[in-house]
Protein backbone atom coordinates (compact mmCIF):
# COMPACT_ATOMS: atom_id res chain seq x y z
CA UNK A 1 0.00 0.00 0.00
CA UNK A 2 0.95 3.37 -0.87
CA UNK A 3 2.39 5.59 2.01
CA UNK A 4 -0.52 8.11 1.47
CA UNK A 5 -3.17 5.27 1.26
CA UNK A 6 -3.73 4.94 5.19
CA UNK A 7 -3.84 8.76 5.64
CA UNK A 8 -6.27 9.21 2.70
CA UNK A 9 -8.72 6.52 4.46
CA UNK A 10 -8.26 7.97 7.78
CA UNK A 11 -9.67 11.03 6.67
CA UNK A 12 -13.02 9.67 5.11
CA UNK A 13 -16.42 10.17 7.42
CA UNK A 14 -17.20 6.98 8.58
CA UNK A 15 -20.96 4.94 7.26
CA UNK A 16 -21.45 2.62 9.68
CA UNK A 17 -25.12 2.33 8.05
CA UNK A 18 -24.19 1.92 4.72
CA UNK A 19 -25.60 -1.24 3.33
CA UNK A 20 -22.41 -3.74 2.27
CA UNK A 21 -23.61 -6.92 1.40
CA UNK A 22 -22.55 -10.13 -0.31
CA UNK A 23 -25.08 -9.98 -3.42
CA UNK A 24 -23.79 -6.35 -4.16
CA UNK A 25 -22.68 -5.61 -7.61
CA UNK A 26 -18.96 -4.31 -7.81
CA UNK A 27 -19.87 -0.97 -8.46
CA UNK A 28 -22.47 -0.79 -5.63
CA UNK A 29 -19.57 -2.23 -3.76
CA UNK A 30 -17.34 1.02 -4.77
CA UNK A 31 -20.23 3.40 -4.63
CA UNK A 32 -21.00 2.48 -1.11
CA UNK A 33 -17.38 2.08 0.38
CA UNK A 34 -14.93 4.88 -1.72
CA UNK A 35 -17.29 7.41 -3.36
CA UNK A 36 -20.38 8.18 -0.99
CA UNK A 37 -17.74 8.67 2.08
CA UNK A 38 -15.10 10.70 -0.28
CA UNK A 39 -18.37 12.68 -1.66
CA UNK A 40 -19.58 13.43 2.04
CA UNK A 41 -15.70 14.28 3.30
CA UNK A 42 -15.85 17.28 0.07
CA UNK A 43 -19.31 18.24 0.49
CA UNK A 44 -18.31 21.46 1.58
CA UNK A 45 -15.73 21.62 -1.57
CA UNK A 46 -18.47 21.02 -3.64
CA UNK A 47 -20.66 24.13 -2.65
CA UNK A 48 -18.10 26.12 -2.72
CA UNK A 49 -17.12 25.25 -6.46
CA UNK A 50 -20.72 25.24 -7.30
CA UNK A 51 -21.02 28.86 -6.02
CA UNK A 52 -18.01 29.75 -8.07
CA UNK A 53 -19.64 28.30 -11.03
CA UNK A 54 -22.83 30.36 -10.50
CA UNK A 55 -20.68 33.53 -10.35
CA UNK A 56 -18.87 32.71 -13.36
CA UNK A 57 -21.99 32.40 -14.58
CA UNK A 58 -23.62 35.72 -14.01
CA UNK A 59 -25.24 34.56 -10.92
CA UNK A 60 -28.50 33.49 -13.18
CA UNK A 61 -28.97 31.12 -10.32
CA UNK A 62 -30.47 33.48 -7.83
CA UNK A 63 -33.25 35.06 -10.00
CA UNK A 64 -34.78 31.70 -10.15
CA UNK A 65 -37.14 29.71 -8.03
CA UNK A 66 -36.43 26.71 -6.40
CA UNK A 67 -37.57 24.04 -8.84
CA UNK A 68 -35.37 25.97 -11.81
CA UNK A 69 -32.18 25.97 -9.17
CA UNK A 70 -32.67 22.28 -8.98
CA UNK A 71 -32.74 22.29 -13.05
CA UNK A 72 -30.00 24.24 -13.10
CA UNK A 73 -28.11 22.35 -10.97
CA UNK A 74 -28.57 19.22 -12.89
CA UNK A 75 -28.18 21.05 -16.28
CA UNK A 76 -24.72 22.32 -15.27
CA UNK A 77 -23.71 18.79 -13.71
CA UNK A 78 -24.74 17.03 -16.89
CA UNK A 79 -23.89 19.60 -19.97
CA UNK A 80 -20.79 21.00 -19.00
CA UNK A 81 -17.97 19.03 -19.46
CA UNK A 82 -15.42 21.16 -18.01
CA UNK A 83 -16.94 21.57 -15.25
CA UNK A 84 -18.03 17.96 -14.58
CA UNK A 85 -14.78 16.94 -15.00
CA UNK A 86 -13.15 19.01 -11.93
CA UNK A 87 -15.60 17.82 -9.46
CA UNK A 88 -14.47 14.23 -10.55
CA UNK A 89 -11.00 15.45 -9.78
CA UNK A 90 -11.81 16.77 -6.85
CA UNK A 91 -13.59 12.59 -5.69
CA UNK A 92 -10.53 10.78 -7.55
CA UNK A 93 -7.82 12.83 -6.28
CA UNK A 94 -9.04 11.00 -2.89
CA UNK A 95 -8.80 7.83 -4.25
CA UNK A 96 -6.09 5.10 -2.76
CA UNK A 97 -4.00 3.63 -5.28
CA UNK A 98 -5.82 0.12 -4.97
CA UNK A 99 -9.26 2.06 -5.55
CA UNK A 100 -7.95 3.31 -8.92
CA UNK A 101 -7.03 0.72 -10.64
CA UNK A 102 -10.64 -0.54 -9.82
CA UNK A 103 -11.87 2.85 -11.03
CA UNK A 104 -10.03 2.81 -14.18
CA UNK A 105 -11.69 -0.03 -14.75
CA UNK A 106 -14.88 0.36 -15.23
CA UNK A 107 -14.92 4.47 -14.73
CA UNK A 108 -17.79 4.85 -17.36
CA UNK A 109 -20.02 3.48 -15.10
CA UNK A 110 -18.57 4.58 -11.85
CA UNK A 111 -18.47 8.30 -13.25
CA UNK A 112 -21.99 8.04 -13.81
CA UNK A 113 -22.79 6.88 -9.81
CA UNK A 114 -20.03 9.22 -8.70
CA UNK A 115 -22.10 12.23 -10.56
CA UNK A 116 -25.53 10.84 -9.68
CA UNK A 117 -24.16 10.95 -6.06
CA UNK A 118 -22.40 14.96 -5.90
CA UNK A 119 -25.81 15.90 -7.69
CA UNK A 120 -27.49 14.68 -4.89
CA UNK A 121 -25.20 16.11 -2.25
CA UNK A 122 -25.38 19.86 -4.16
CA UNK A 123 -29.92 19.28 -4.17
CA UNK A 124 -29.96 18.24 -0.32
CA UNK A 125 -27.72 21.40 0.76
CA UNK A 126 -29.31 23.39 -1.72
CA UNK A 127 -29.84 26.13 0.73
CA UNK A 128 -25.80 26.56 1.11
CA UNK A 129 -25.80 27.83 -2.11
CA UNK A 130 -27.76 31.09 -1.39
CA UNK A 131 -25.64 34.16 -1.29
CA UNK A 132 -26.74 34.78 2.34
CA UNK A 133 -25.03 31.96 4.01
Excluded: C
Amino acid sequence: MNSRDPQILEMRPKFPAARISSGMSSDELFQNKTLRPIIEFQRDLFVLAFRNYIEKHKNIYYSFRLEKRMDYINNALQKDIKFRNSLKGMVIGHFTIDEYSLYIENSSSLNKRMMNLVRESLLENIQLLDLAV
